[in-house]
C-alpha cells in the first residue's frame, strides 16, 4: 500500500520563515546544514554533556489523561559545559534538581515541530539531574482510549509511539537518535492494569500496580514506549510470546505461533539476537501504524490478524529492526533509509526463508508498485536515498522510497556480489556497528571498504551516487521474479474480458496475490463487476484487513453501496494511517468530500493525534 507522507509541515522550514538573507544565501545554509551530519532535529547537547541513564518514575493517571512525575537523568560534564540542554515537547516543568539542589531552569520558546529546550545550568562535576515534570493538553506521542474503544470495552488503555520525536512529549530527553543511555522505571498505574515497556516486562498483572522495568542496553529515545492496559501474556517459545486483551491473547498466540522460529532463522541470517527476549503486544485497532520496534516489546495493529498468518511479514519486518535500527542505528532522520531500507531488505530474506522466493518475490513486486505509486507525489528531491528535514518534520521522510528504494539498493549490490559475500558483509556490518549510529555516508565508506574494495567494474554496476544522492528509480534497479504474479494478471484480463469472476482459477491464492488482483484493477468498475466480485469472493465481509481496505477503495471509486457499511464499520475502529489514508483520499478525489467529512469527524475521535494530523488537512481543509 502506498504510504502517504503526513501533509502536515509545509515545508516553509526555519530558513525561508526567518526572511532575512537572499536566496543565494538561504540555499547555500541548507547545503551546508545538509552536509553536516548534525541532527536538526534536536536542541539537546548530549553529544557534549554525557547523558548515561534514565531513571523514569511516573504515575499515569487515566482521568486527567496525563503522565506525571520525575525523570532523573545521571551525567557527566567532560567538557565543562554550563547547561545540559534536554527536549521537551508541550511539558510543564514542576521542578528541577541538580544533585539534590533546586536550580532555576529556563523553557526556550516553541519551536515548530521541535518543542522548547529545557536549559539547566550544571557544574563540572554535576552528576544527577532530576526533573518533576507531566504531560500537556495534547501529547503528541500518547493515545489514551475509553473503554469503548477496546476490545473488552471495559478498561481504558494508553500506548505511546515515540518515532520518530515524539518521546519529548511525554518525556523530558535528549531526544535524537543518535543519542543512547540505559534507562529503568517505575511506573504506577490504576488497579488491574498492567504496564509494559520496550525493556524488562512484567508477564503478570501485579497487585500493587507498581511495574519496575529496566533497560541496562543504551537505546535512543525514539524507542522509548508504554503501553498500559488491561492484557494478558502467553508464551509461544522459552524467549518469544505475546501480549493481548484477553479476548484476543489466542488469537494473537496462534497467529504468532511460529514467531519464535523466525527468531532463529533472522539470528542464522544476521548474528546473534541480542535483547534478551523478543516479545509482541497487540494493540486495540486505533493504534496508528501496522508496527513499531520498540526493543524487547514490538507493538503491532491487530490489523494484522488476519487468522491465516498470511500478514506476519509485519513481525518480520519489526524482528529485523532489532538489528537493522536498534543495533545499527540511522544518525539522523536525513538517514532513515539506513533503518527502513535495511529492514525491508531483510524483512523479505527473512520472509524468504520462513516461506519460499516466489513468496518474497511477490513482496518485493508490492513494494516495487508502492515506491512507483509514492514518487509520481513526491518532490525529486525527497526521492534520494539520503534526504534533507532540515526545518520540516521529520514524518515527511516516511516515504516508500527509504522503505522500497532502500531496499532495491540492497538487493542490487546482492545481485551484483553474490548473496553469500553480501550475507557475510552484513553480518560484519551489524557486528562491527552494534550499539552504534551510522550515517549515509559512513555506511558507503565502510561499504568501500569492506565490500567494493577497489573493483571498479563493480562500482560502476552499482552507480551508488544515482542511489543515493539521485532521484527516482535508477534504471539498474532489479526487479522481482513475476512468476505468480503473471497468472494473477491473466485471471484479472480474462474477468475484465467478461468471464464470471465465479469461474477464475483462484484456488491457493494468498493474501498477496489477492492484492495484486485487485490492486491493479481499472478504477471504477462497474456496479455489476462489482456485485460478481463480491458475490463470488465476499470482499466486503473479508476479514483481511488488508484486502478489506483495497476493497473499499475500490467500493468509493465505483459508488458500491452494499459496501458502505462495512467499510464504515472498518473506519469506526482502525486508526491505521496506512489504511485510513487512502480510503479519505479515494472518497476526496471522487467527489465525496461530504460522505469523508461526515464519517471522519463521526470517528475522529477514535484515531491517534497523528493520524489526526494527516487526516485533519486530507479532509477538513479541502
Ligand atoms: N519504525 C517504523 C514505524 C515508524 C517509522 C513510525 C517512522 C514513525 C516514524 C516501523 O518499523 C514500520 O516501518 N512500520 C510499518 C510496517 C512495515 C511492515 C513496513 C508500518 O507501520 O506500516
Ligand atoms: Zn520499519
Redesign the pocket.
Known amino acids: 500500500m502506498k504510504?502517504i507522507i503526513p501533509v502536515l509541515a509545509i515545508a516553509l522550514g526555519a530558513l525561508t520563515s526567518c526572511g532575512e538573507g537572499t536566496a543565494e544565501e538561504k540555499k547555500s545554509i541548507t547545503a551546508q546544514a545538509a552536509s553536516s551530519s548534525k541532527d536538526q532535529h534536536t536542541q539537546s547537547n548530549a553529544d557534549s554533556v554525557t547523558v548515561k541513564h534514565l531513571d523514569l518514575d511516573i504515575k499515569v493517571d487515566f482521568d486527567q489523561k496525563q503522565i506525571s512525575g520525575s525523570a532523573t537523568w545521571s551525567i557527566e560534564n567532560p567538557n565543562k559545559k554550563d547547561t545540559l540542554k534536554l527536549d521537551t515537547y508541550d511539558l510543564t516543568i514542576d521542578s528541577v534538581l541538580v544533585d539534590g539542589q533546586k536550580v532555576g531552569y529556563a523553557l526556550g520558546p516553541q519551536v515548530e515541530h521541535i518543542g522548547s529546550v529545557l536549559n539547566i545550568p550544571i557544574e563540572d562535576a554535576s552528576q544527577r539531574v532530576v526533573i518533576y515534570y507531566k504531560t500537556g493538553e495534547n501529547p503528541k506521542a500518547l493515545q489514551w482510549l475509553e473503554p469503548q474503544q477496546t476490545l473488552g470495552k471495559k478498561h481504558p488503555f494508553l500506548y505511546t509511539?515515540s518515532?520518530?520525536i515524539y518521546a519529548r512529549s511525554w518525556i523530558p530527553v535528549p531526544d535524537g537518535p543518535g543519542i543512547r543511555y540505559s534507562y529503568n522505571a517505575r511506573v504506577q498505574v490504576p488497579k488491574g492494569l498492567m504496564a509494559l515497556m520496550s525493556a524488562t516486562n512484567p508477564q503478570q498483572l501485579n497487585d500493587s500496580s507498581i511495574y519496575h522495568f529496566s533497560m541496562e542496553i543504551p537505546i535512543p529515545a525514539?524507542l522509548m514506549a508504554l503501553a498500559v492496559g488491561d492484557v494478558r501474556f502467553k508464551s509461544i517459545d522459552e524467549r518469544t510470546g505475546v501480549y493481548a486483551e484477553p479476548n484476543m491473547i489466542n488469537k494473537a498466540a496462534e497467529e504468532f505461533s511460529e514467531v519464535g522460529k523466525m527468531v532463529h532463522m533472522a539470528e542464522k541470517l544476521y548474528g546473534p539476537y541480542r535483547w534478551g527476549r523478543y516479545d509482541i503486544i497487540v494493540l486495540p485497532p486505533g493504534f496508528p501504524?501496522?508496527?513499531?520496534?520498540n526493543p524487547r516489546l514490538t507493538f503491532a495493529?491487530p490489523t494484522i490478524i488476519a487468522g491465516d498468518k498470511s500478514l506476519v511479514?509485519?513481525i518480520a519486518?519489526?524482528l529485523a529492526?532489532s538489528w537493522s535500527?536498534n543495533l545499527v542505528t540511522n544518525e539522523t532522520w536525513n538517514d532513515?533509509w539506513l533503518?527502513?531500507g535495511f529492514?525491508?531488505y531483510f524483512?523479505r530474506r527473512l520472509t524468504e526463508s520462513m516461506a519460499d522466493k516466489s513468496y518474497a518475490d511477490m513482496l518485493w513486486e508490492l513494494g516495487y508498485q508502492d515506491l512507483e505509486a509514492s514518487l509520481k507525489d513526491l518532490d525529486p528531491k525527497d526521492t534520494h536515498l539520503k534526504i534533507d528535514l532540515t526545518g520540516r518534520d521529520?514524518?515527511e521522510g516516511?516515504t516508500d522510497v527509504a522503505?522500497e528504494k532502500g531496499a532495491l539498493f540492497l538487493k542490487l549490490i546482492e545481485n551484483n556480489v553474490g548473496r553469500e559475500r553480501f550475507d557475510a558483509f552484513l553480518n560484519q556490518y551489524f557486528s562491527d556497528n552494534t550499539f552504534k549510529t551510522m550515517s549515509t555516508e559512513r555506511f558507503l565508506t565502510y561499504l568501500n571498504e569492506h565490500l567494493i574494495k577497489g573493483d571498479k567494474a563493480l562500482e560502476e554496476k552499482l552507480n551508488i551516487d544515482a542511489w543515493v544522492y539521485g532521484p527516482g528509480i535508477p534504471k539498474n534497479a532489479p526487479r522481482a521474479d513475476m512468476e505468480r504474479f503473471s497468472k494473477v494478471d491473466a485471471e484479472r484480463e480474462r474477468f475484465l474480458k467478461g468471464t464470471d469472476a465465479r469461474q477464475l482459477a483462484t484456488q491457493g491464492w494468498t493474501t498477496h496475490e489477492w492484492l495484486h488482483f485487485m490492486r491493479k484493477m481499472p478504477k471504477p468498475l462497474t456496479q455489476e463487476q462489482m456485485k460478481q466480485l463480491d458475490d463470488a469472493f465476499r470482499f466486503t465481509q473479508s476479514g483481511n484487513s488488508e484486502i478489506a481496505n483495497l476493497w473499499f477503495v475500490m467500493a468509493v471509486a465505483a459508488d458500491y453501496q452494499p459496501a458502505y457499511p462495512a467499510m464504515e464499520q472498518f473506519l469506526s475502529q482502525v486508526g491505521?494511517r496506512?489504511f485510513l489514508t487512502p480510503l479519505y483520499n479515494e472518497m476526496v478525489n471522487t467527489g465525496k468530500q461530504e460522505m469523508a467529512k461526515t464519517i471522519y469527524n463521526k470517528y475522529r475521535m477514535n484515531y491517534h493525534p497523528l493520524a489526526q494530523m494527516t487526516l485533519d488537512k486530507l479532509v477538513n481543509e479541502q
Open positions: 504510504r509511539q518515532e520518530s525514539y501504524i501496522g508496527g513499531m520496534e495493529t511479514n509485519l519486518h519489526e529492526h535500527g532513515f533503518n527502513e529492514t525491508v524483512e521529520p514524518d516516511l522503505y491505521r496506512k
